[in-house]
């Protein structure tokens, strides 16, 4: 936790910013930066660099960087890519402190460019610089009017000053996201488009934007996990200071990953694991653009219910049934309104009906006192922490608005801590009065009830991180050996770790064999020990489902005559007395190595519902019980081991602390550490116990450090 | 296939209709529907009915039905529910062919007012009338000017004419679907709002505009299903005319259900039933009002590709990864571009990633030729059945518009038969001129994915009818006991609809004994078949895995031994010797009756699958082996049955033969059928077959026809 994102400060609020490569021309790439400033009052100084031109755009313009006449705290460069390296050297000597680079040509394009770009790293490095960039479209803010780009979609209008901020590697769909967040009202008014990530990137951004005053929500595009550490740095600072988060992490598909890969230099993870990660975090994961503007655009109000309730309060019988199979899709809860507020309602109006959906007819907006009634009644009696109100053509009716708003006015300003949005079918004019009476404006109702969903995970997220006490499960000492492991020392590793293996001892005496199978409680199995016999059943070397001290003693001798009467010459050590597992639940443990992540253990059941189902569940290490015993109820196969049909509950305890001790030795382990493999676990019912059967541990061997091999 | 859907042109397209209950005021019930036509310039003659007034809204007036000058051929009923029935009489005797009745408090009111609506739809009946309602909004068709509807959602706007249809149970819902259509500029020309349904259906709207000249795509909004015969008929109708049908069945939730039925009168069916039906009559359910429109919009074209695939050309790498995961998710073909079209591309636009997403670079749309160049390639080399470009803002500048319509218009005049959609970030007038040139326009490109995937789901389902020989299977004869079947008599029935249970016979003698079990194969099982015998196995009254002839003649005499031995009073009847089925896997099989649909067959995995994921697919009785085999191969758990991770696959020949057979004896045993649970199932590996084990057949012993009793 000391991650200085506040030096993006210099890139997003420079006071003075020298641009490289100026053009004359408004429309060009080192044109548009100067004109967009010049237009929007950039509220600092614009110092145009040129060795060809003394004046740009009507301001003095320097023939060099070491001509400028003050040292600029940033500086946009936009100079072919074989030029670049003097103008940043020069840049650095001459104390700029950020540099936003348009140029492309540098690891997007393949080896040669990658190593211009660590140069560039280098330069930047030893200056003690921030970059954006290169291939960036490049920053701007509204606040300042700072426009360091060169997107032409402020042809089509500036941004709208408000409280979301967009953090996006791609620049153009970064603007894409900015254009239909400004042509639906919505006021995002920072944008950084981090292009090949050099220095700063996305999490760079959104850690700036986490400790900004202006940025309250915050909208992330992500293609690839660059930096992770600083990621997720940011990503607490913004939960921290109950700033959402709404991450488009695209790449899903292997189509999408391919693209991913073509389209910029970066390593585009394991989708599952940016899920789990991005869980972690608090941040709320979204596939779609119309998602993350919906969930901007609620989230600006910054009523974030834990908890979540929905009272839907509905003109259209049927549009409250939509919306029950939204909400019901995703898991908002809706629950009805108390038997006596529905009987109230009732006798208000009796062709209503009351419940949840409150199907309030038209007549009750015509009557604007009824539905005041009605969104009241929601309130106080139901209690939810969200209500919308389904109005659709009728509530965007000219002749109805005024008095339908003056009816719900008041009870905005009496629970400021609801959710209200109202759904209408309506001229913009008309969605801008219900905005300004403080209500949160939808015309499909389906997205409503989503945007309330997510408005309630986010109030979730922030109370879990609350509630959370913070403190890392204590990690294991663990020291790997040299070569890989053989099972033996797989299990001696991972047992010296806490994880049990089901208990057997080797008893060398009958006394000692009954005093282990005590120990280890009945019943237990008993095998002849011996190097010798390799098929211990077909000489009648195995005894099952003993059950005392007298079947021990019998066992023993039973054993020993077995070995002497079919394997003569067999050296034989002793017994083995083990614990016999009958009616347990095969499940799997594991541990891989994500490239960005590091460890991330996964749990599932054994046999079909891993190989077929694909059934499980994965986090990154290391994680305490209540994380793993979340995770083990989280899989669809959960109800076999919780009790499904008649069957005995297994041991969940002894699982859940298996798999968090799992977690705290691979987090342990190093990087040294390429998977882990428990299969099966054995879950025992009741209060069992869980063991591990049969593990194996993979190491890398020929490294030193570093991630994963391939 | 002989139900008159023509009869609803009285309602929807009616040469004079009388208005009951009419008003001079152009707000209320009974003045909106004549306000309506009067300014859209109704094609009919409008006559009033209404005993105070000699002149309404400038019309001539009349006291009653039977004063009217000419026999109207429809009429609009806005009297109160007392009034309602003598008005109906009178218009049945004046010669009136179907009546719209606004009026509400019939069925959804409850037992009293059901009965109003029975008196009701005997008037109508006895006169050959249709009726639409009671308690609707009414209907419309803007391509005469008839609106005989009371919906305030007109004055806000007319419809824009088009060929897109709307049918709603729902009239509130129904009229916002309208109102969302035309603020969208789609041209959604007739809706029908069905209320309570006494007579006329969403299905008999569906059939209507199946049959019409205007309506080319159909929208339709469902709560339940009424008269499920007529809407399957439409249905039909409506595929084989090439008409997609789009349906919004809600109600999918508990929730939701609950919520309809008390907005309705109608029983909300099982949701996976509905799935079922739809999917089998080729309608694409949606859960959305914004799918339902995105793809009316994109249907309007009527391009729709069988075997559908994509070419998605960007100008945005973020907006092609995001493109591709939407496509992945929903199963819509992107296939690469052929490599020496991609050499070209590449040539022809170096820093351009010609695979598919293809990543043109905004320099593309800059220089529009380039453009023209990669879209061409798409259709040419790629043979996309459809292309999206996704140009966002850039794609919306005025200053470019023009040259990109220029250089793309030519090629969608040449390619026809191509979907071709463009994503912009445009004001209307721009998204305007991209549709004039025969573009598609869509802001988001996720939505634009679905509807591109929707379009070539309808492609799909009107080629597979087309392919569908249309031969239903062959129904056995079955006729059902009287009381309910014990579990013998449960097999028998069944297996005399050709469902094979494992072979086993009753030998009386050693001799039969062996030659049975050298007719069924072996290994065999033997057991005594005793009535006084209870507990078999507890007695050795049972041998498991016989291999050979002398092994049963040694089983045969040691069962008779045992018997002797161990039941010495017990009356021996023989030695039943059947299969032993090693190997197979369990399966489930079952019939449903469905309130709506009648009997459903279901198949599943046995134990967990069924018990704890839920994994069945249900589909309508009856079906053949082909339909059979493809819900077989539909289940999650299908790889299990297919061979999976090494297992030898089973026989699904034999399975889908029993499943067909099953569906066949469900149609066959008419309304008394109640359900069958075949329990389990044993598939076996290779070509070894599938045999019942356990069978419940369930009847309904109370009833002469009729549905399910509850």
């Given at each position: 936790m000391a991650y200085d994102f506040t030096s993006l400060t210099n890139l997003l609020a420079p006071k003075t910013v020298a641009v490289v490569g100026a053009s004359a021309n408004p429309i060009r790439i080192g044109g548009r930066p100067i004109s967009s400033m010049l237009k929007a009052g950039f509220t600092g100084t614009i110092l145009p660099v040129n060795p060809k031109r003394d004046e740009i755009q009507g301001l003095p313009c320097y023939a060099s960087v070491s001509d400028l006449p003050t040292d600029p705290d940033a500086a946009i460069v936009a100079v072919p890519a074989v030029d670049v390296l003097p103008v940043i050297e020069d840049l650095g000597q001459k104390g700029c402190r950020c540099v936003t680079l348009f140029s492309a040509g540098f690891a997007e394009l393949g080896e040669e460019g990658r190593l211009m770009q660590e140069r560039l790293i280098e330069t930047v490095d030893r200056h003690g610089m921030r970059l954006l960039g290169p291939n960036t479209l490049g920053a701007f803010n509204a606040l300042n009017g700072y426009y360091g780009t060169f997107s032409s979609s402020l042809d089509s209008g500036y941004p709208i000053p408000g409280n979301i901020g967009i953090a996006s590697q791609s620049g153009a769909y970064g603007t894409h996201l900015f254009a239909v967040a400004r042509n639906r009202g919505l006021g995002a008014s920072v944008l950084v488009a981090t292009g090949n990530e050099a220095d700063i990137t996305v999490g760079d951004a959104i850690g700036w934007m986490a400790q900004s005053d202006e940025v309250e929500v915050i909208c992330a595009y992500l293609e690839g996990f660059n930096k992770p550490d600083r990621l997720l740095e940011a990503l607490e600072l913004a939960r921290d200071a109950r700033k959402p988060v709404f991450v488009m992490k695209v790449g899903r598909s292997t189509l999408g990953a391919a693209a991913a890969q073509s389209h910029t230099a970066t390593l585009t993870g394991d989708d599952a694991v940016a899920d789990a990660v991005l869980a972690e975090y608090g941040a709320v994961r979204v596939d779609q653009t119309e998602d993350m503007l919906d969930f901007a655009y609620c989230a600006h109000q910054r009523v974030y219910p834990a908890n979540n309730t929905m009272g839907f309060i509905t003109i259209s019988g049927g549009g409250g049934i939509v919306a029950s199979d939204e909400a019901d899709a995703i898991g908002l809860s809706m629950p009805p309104m108390p038997e006596d507020a529905q009987k109230e309602l009732k006798e208000l109006l009796p062709i209503s009906s009351p419940v949840n959906p409150l199907d309030a007819t038209a007549q009750s907006i015509n009557e604007p006192s009824l539905m005041e009634k009605f969104t009241r009644a929601a309130l106080e009696k139901g209690g939810y922490s969200s209500i919308c109100g389904f109005f659709t053509s009728v509530g965007g009716a000219p002749v109805l608005v005024p008095s339908v708003i003056e009816a719900l006015k008041p009870i905005r300003k009496e629970y400021p801590d609801r959710l209200m949005v109202v759904c209408v079918v309506a001229p913009s004019d008309i969605v801008k009065q219900y905005e300004e009476a403080g209500f949160l404006v939808f015309e499909d109702g389906s997205r409503a009830v989503r945007a309330i969903h997510a408005m309630g995970v986010v109030g979730d997220n922030f109370a879990a991180a609350e509630a959370a006490q913070g403190a890392k499960p204590v990690l294991p000492s663990v020291s790997l050996p040299e070569d890989t492991p053989d099972e033996f020392q797989s299990k001696a590793l991972l047992a010296a770790a806490?994880?049990?293996?089901a208990p057997e001892v080797a008893a060398t005496s009958k006394d000692q064999a009954v005093a282990a199978a005590t120990e280890i409680g009945f019943p237990v199995v008993m095998k002849i020990l011996s190097p010798d016999i390799l098929h211990k059943s077909e000489i009648g070397g195995v005894r099952l489902g003993i059950g005392s001290a007298e079947e021990v003693a019998q066992a023993y001798d039973a054993l020993l005559e077995a070995a002497k009467t079919h394997a003569p010459k067999a050296r034989v050590t002793g017994v083995l007395v083990a614990k016999q597992l009958n009616g347990g639940t095969e499940c799997f443990m594991g541990v891989s190595r994500d490239p960005a992540f590091g460890p991330v253990a996964a749990f599932g059941l054994g046999g079909i519902f891993v190989e077929i189902l694909n059934d499980v569940v994965i986090r990154r290490c290391p994680f305490d019980e209540a994380a793993a015993r979340e995770m083990i109820l989280s899989i669809k196969g959960s109800p076999i081991l919780t009790g499904a049909r008649g069957r005995e509950p297994v041991d969940i305890d002894a699982l859940a602390s298996m798999l968090s001790k799992l977690s705290g030795f691979a987090a342990a382990a190093g990087p040294r550490l390429k998977s882990i493999d428990i299969n099966p676990v054995m879950a025992m019912p009741g209060s069992g116990g869980a063991f591990m059967l049969d593990a194996v541990v993979e190491t890398d061997t020929g490294k030193e450090g570093g991630g994963h091999g391939d």
């Open positions: 806490g994880i049990t293996a």
